[in-house]
């Protein structure tokens, strides 16, 4: 799954120019790889219709936004040009905050390349996760993607991605999780750490623990210790699982018969005595 030599040099001295500024960038080195550098329309420059990511944090773009303003653009957008305009190849939080800045031009590579439908979501997924932009379903999503498109094993990906293949693994499997564990791990409710926690557990038992998390403001280990509660009594014997309601059928008779305060457990009766004369009207009843 090798990147075409020529948008491969090309995205590098992008990659370089993250950490410099664009007056770095070798101009003559990029128009000998077939790109140049200009400024472009923001409207004549369409997304890339693969683009993994849905989720674009609008504080963090308008801090963007903000300093574009304030000190220009130092990290060009890479493109190629179609018969229409431009289809944008790297940089979307970076077109969405000129956008918001209501800047008319951006500054961007333009690569002559012809690139397919399969190198065009290849190129948008892998620049994502290699930069971490994506939340953890949109990162389970790109690694679920290109392990399809290129028929490859999570082995395989991790030398692509230069990610572990136990992250990739325990990433992917965040995808079983319900649609309403993962909304609430994509608006950020939740950390990739409760969520791990919620897998194998079925859609009902992660809405009411999440709402616990929530409402409790759980940490991971107390979330792992309550799935562990959860999971040890599910797994008791059938007749121990009755044992433990053992008090349950007498609890109306028990109440009405104790003229105390009491708290009716699952095995026990616990009784609260507020003077000596109800301690000696108690010891009574054994008597009658």
């Known amino acids: 799954m090798a990147l075409g030599r020529g948008l491969g040099e090309i995205l590098s001295e992008v990659e370089e120019a993250y950490e410099k500024d664009l007056s770095n960038i070798d101009s003559f080195e990029l128009e000998a790889q077939g790109a140049r550098v200009e400024e472009l329309d923001v409207n004549s420059i369409a997304p890339n219709p693969f683009q993994p990511r849905k989720h674009f944090d609008e504080k963090a773009l308008q801090e963007l936004s903000e300093s574009i303003k304030e000190h220009g653009l130092l990290q060009p957008i890479v493109v190629i040009e179609k018969e229409d305009g431009y289809l944008l190849i790297a940089g979307e939080r970076r077109l969405r905050a000129h956008k918001l800045a209501k800047l008319q031009q951006i500054k961007a590579i333009i690569a002559q390349v012809d690139i397919g439908e399969i190198r065009l979501r290849e190129l948008a997924l892998i620049e994502n996760i290699q930069r971490e932009d994506l939340n953890a379903i949109e990162l389970a999503n790109s690694y679920a993607e290109l392990i399809e498109v290129h028929k490859i094993t999570h082995e395989e990906l991790s030398d692509i991605v230069h990610k572990s293949r136990s992250q990739i693994t325990n990433t992917m ?80 008779q028990l109440s009405s018969a104790l003229p105390f305060s009491h708290k009716i457990k699952a095995k026990s009766i616990e009784i609260n005595f507020k003077n000596e004369d109800e301690v000696k009207a108690f010891l009574s009843l054994f008597y009658r």
């Open 173 to 252: 499997r965040l995808l079983t999780l319900s649609s309403y564990a993962q909304k609430e791990l994509i608006s950020g409710k939740i950390s990739q750490g409760h969520a791990k926690v919620l897998i194998g557990l079925d859609e009902e038992k992660q809405k009411i623990l999440i709402q616990s998390i929530l409402g409790q403001k759980l940490s991971v280990r107390d979330t792992e210790k309550m799935i562990k509660n959860y999971r040890e009594k599910k797994a008791l014997p059938a007749a121990e699982k009755k044992e433990d309601f053992l008090m349950e059928p007498y609890r109306i």
